[in-house]
């Protein structure tokens, strides 16, 4: 094999394990710890008591005399936590309640043969009420709009690379790159377009949170849309993994938290006004139809998601899958914040707050005005429901919600499903 056709296999063999490890449900185990509510959506009225059954399982049955750990209470900060507790039959049962709008999560470890095995349930207490803590600054507005007129005074210089290949019969795939908010600041992706000649409706996927290589999608240039895939953070996305890593390592590591403190300089400033230029970018394709466009994506991705629809109004659907950085105040207020979880075990820094404010998705979610498809689980412990629904609240919007309570910080393949169908037939006009 040739070093560089090595290449890139190693890197798409890189990129199908990572969708799997990230999107895809968690492998199976020999011992199973089962939590279930005794209702079967997951949902209990304020200070109604919600019971979770726990079983632990070994080929199905109930294992004898297990030791089990566990923790109880409102998602991310439990409140009963025991140890050591002998479970005779292999099963118990344990009860929580909530009197204001929420999650209670059981969390359990059984521990067999000196291996932790782990189970969980999350029950909601009227969710639909769910409130965020984050401010809503008074000059939001008039900040990103100047943000964003300052970044189109820096023209695109678009540089579209073909990369034979990757492509097939029906698809053409693309090295792209586009100047940002600053000459020589640039944002990189893969571009998928069909072959066939025509005018095509047009996809935006942006990126869940790490650094990494990229790869398009070849299946939906294949159903006729242009679908282009973008990285944030100024690099190329068609390196050898190393680089990768040692970026994710070393100068990137946490980037994230880059000049929090700074509303002008915060690391996802860059970021929100790339997902808006990609916009443009998009536009500037001759093979764009010029009108029908959407954005998805998930966890950062689906916090990138809300914010490009919410700051480009030529975006006419969005999907979002566990959208991040939603609610980030929420530690503050004694309850689950979002990803990256800034102030779970740390007090805020000065200015930081009033910076977070002006970046949190909420804030982007109150000015949504378009249909929009969003998923999650109930036991996501990355993305804690609590601040999803802090977000989803406040989207006046059309809006579609499915739930599949049981998945965490990953999808059941009906999620990616529903979600890609949804977006297919609303650009198709379906």
């Not at 070093?3 to 490890?21: C, E, G, N, P, W």
């Not at 600041?185 to 005018?199: F, H, Q, T």
């Not at 849309?225 to 680089?243: A, M, Q, S, T, W």
Request: hydrophobic share 35%.
């Amino acid at each position: 094999m040739k070093t560089k056709s090595k290449r890139v296999f190693l890197q798409s063999l890189f990129l199908i394990l990572l969708s799997i490890s990230v999107f895809s449900q968690p492998a199976t185990t020999l011992i199973k710890v089962i939590v279930s509510p005794d209702h079967k959506d997951w949902t209990y009225k304020l200070s109604e008591e919600a019971k979770f059954s726990v079983q632990v399982l070994k080929y199905g049955n109930l294992l004898d005399n297990v030791t089990i750990d566990y923790q109880m209470g409102p998602e991310m900060l439990p409140d009963v936590i025991k140890q050591g507790v002998v479970l005779k039959n292999g099963k118990t049962e344990l009860s929580g309640s909530m009197k204001v709008p929420g999650f209670y999560r059981v969390r359990v470890l059984a521990i067999v043969d000196g291996k932790k095995y782990e189970g969980m349930a999350t029950a909601g207490f009227e969710p639909e009420k769910i409130q965020p803590t984050v401010k809503n600054p008074a000059d939001f507005d008039s900040f990103w709009s100047n943000a964003i007129a300052e970044a189109r005074k820096i023209n695109l210089d678009p540089r579209i690379t073909l990369m034979p290949e990757r492509c097939t019969s029906e698809a053409n795939v693309y090295h792209i790159s586009f100047q940002n908010e600053a000459y020589g600041s640039r944002i990189y992706g893969i571009l998928s377009k069909p072959v066939k000649p025509g005018k095509y409706p047009a996809i935006l996927r942006v990126p869940g949170a790490g650094i990494r290589p990229y790869s398009g999608d070849t299946k939906a240039a294949a159903d006729g849309f242009i679908f282009l895939e973008i990285g944030i953070h100024g690099i190329p996305v068609n390196l050898d993994i190393e680089v990768y890593n040692n970026l994710g390592s070393g100068a990137l590591s946490s980037y994230y938290t880059i000049r929090m403190n700074d509303r002008d300089a915060f690391y996802y400033k860059r970021v929100y006004l790339g997902c808006v230029k990609a916009i443009d970018f998009i536009f500037s394709l001759p093979e764009f139809n010029g009108t029908d466009v959407a954005v998805t994506g998930g966890s950062q991705g689906g916090a990138l998601t809300i914010v490009t629809a919410a700051l480009d109004k030529r975006i006419k659907y969005m999907a979002a899958t566990y959208p991040a950085l939603c609610d980030l105040t929420g530690y503050l207020y004694k309850r689950a914040g979002g990803w990256p979880n800034y102030f779970k075990n740390a007090e805020p820094k000065p200015g930081e707050v009033e910076t977070l404010g002006y970046y949190d998705v909420v804030n982007f979610a109150r000015r949504i005005t378009i249909p929009g498809f969003y998923t999650w689980g109930f036991n996501d412990d990355t993305c804690p429901p609590t601040s999803m629904y802090s977000a989803y609240n406040v989207i006046n919007a059309p809006k579609v919600l499915q739930i599949f309570q049981e998945t965490g910080h990953w999808t059941y393949p009906e999620q990616s499903w529903n979600s890609t169908n949804w977006l297919y037939s609303k650009l198709k006009g379906e």
